[in-house]
């Protein structure tokens, strides 16, 4: 069983930083894509930031430039940095991660159990 946890959400003043990590566990062959959406109340959930196995990142464009996502493969781990946060930033934030759990079977989506992320004016 393929487990995401993300921890470091929390509440901060406009203009500061936070940072949430995401770990993957459990039965894991090969991870492809690492990522994070959000979600605020009554809207659907959007990409933050995807970063591939290989490095290459892409980014929403409401967060480009503010936020950084980086990965460590061999912990499998994801993290995001998030720095000039403004009040519409508030959401839930959910890792993302697309893991092939053993050679014979294809990769598949896993979600988080999601993080709050809220910023105050």
């Known amino acids: 069983q393929v487990q995401l946890v993300e921890s470091g959400g929390g509440l901060v003043q406009a203009g500061g930083s936070l940072r949430l990590s995401c770990a993957a566990s459990g039965r894991i062959f090969s991870i492809n894509d690492m990522g994070w959406y959000r979600q605020a109340p009554g809207k659907q959930r959007e990409l933050v930031a995807v970063i591939s196995s290989d490095g290459s990142t892409n980014y929403g464009a409401s967060v480009k430039g503010r936020f950084t996502i980086s990965r460590d493969s061999a912990k499998k781990t994801v993290d995001l940095q998030l720095l000039s946060l403004k009040p519409e930033d508030t959401a839930a934030y959910y890792c993302?991660?697309?893991?092939?759990?053993?050679?014979?079977?294809?990769?598949?989506?896993?979600w988080g159990q999601g993080t709050q992320v809220t910023v105050s004016s």
């Open positions: 993302n991660a697309d893991i092939r759990d053993s050679v014979r079977t294809l990769s598949r989506g896993y």
